[in-house]
């Protein structure tokens, strides 16, 4: 009877073995399905980040080396551009035109006139002789003087005395005689201090002025 019991209970401890093997591989089992499950879920989806524009820095101006190893200079701007007023010129001074010969004059009387008479020639004598026949003519008449070498005679007169000038030439039997106003300076190399108060100047040149008789 002894005999008999031994192999049974090697049998159950086999069967309790067996089971014991087939529980823990239906735990791993049920252990690798719950992590296939858990692998198998989607992954969140992640924000998409937002893109932003930042303003963009302009870089500072760079000095580049030239070939002698010095930094080349950075260029000045342009300067702006300024409106350059022009200058007028000043205006030209024309001879005004001769009275006819035949046309009479409204002359002032003489003894209200001053004249100057300058001698721009190398004859000597000639402003004092012209000046003594203006004289004799009752013209109010100033210390002659000496001038620069001119060209010609010419007649100069201040303003509002142009009439007064062309009487003048033609009381000497000159009245085809340029006729200028006075300028400033004064011609001939005078000044207005010897000009004193004349309004009419008789400035000698080298032709029939210089060779009247005396």
């Known amino acids: 009877m002894e005999s008999n019991r031994a192999p049974n209970?090697?049998?159950?401890?086999?069967?309790?073995?067996?089971?014991?093997?087939?529980?823990?591989?239906?735990?791993?089992?049920?252990?690798?399905?719950?992590?296939?499950?858990?692998?198998?879920?989607?992954?969140?989806?992640?924000?998409?980040?937002?893109?932003?524009?930042?303003?963009?820095?302009?870089?500072?101006?760079?000095?580049t080396p030239s070939e002698d190893g010095e930094a080349a200079p950075t260029p000045a701007p342009a300067p702006e551009a300024t409106e350059v007023s022009a200058t007028e010129p000043a205006p030209a001074v024309t001879q005004p035109p001769a009275p006819a010969p035949d046309e009479e004059l409204e002359c002032r009387d003489p003894s209200t006139i001053g004249v100057l008479v300058a001698n721009g020639t190398d004859v000597l004598g000639a402003a004092g002789r012209l000046s003594g026949e203006l004289n004799a003519a009752n013209y109010v008449t100033l210390r002659p003087h000496n001038a620069s070498p001119q060209t010609g005679s010419a007649f100069y007169y201040r303003a509002g005395h142009e009439v007064d000038a062309q009487c003048i030439a033609r009381l000497l039997g000159e009245p085809e005689k340029p006729l200028w106003p006075m300028p400033d300076p004064p011609p001939g190399g005078l000044t207005l201090e010897s000009l004193g108060n004349a309004y009419v100047l008789v400035l000698i040149g080298p032709d029939s002025l210089a060779q009247r008789p005396g």
Do not use: C, H, W, Y
Request: glycine residues 6%.
């Open 9 to 63: 209970n090697q049998m159950a401890l086999k069967g309790v073995v067996l089971v014991l093997a087939l529980i823990a591989a239906g735990a791993f089992v049920l252990a690798r399905g719950l992590d296939d499950e858990d692998d198998s879920e989607p992954a969140a989806a992640q924000p998409t980040p937002t893109a932003t524009m930042e303003a963009e820095e302009i870089p500072e101006p760079v000095e």
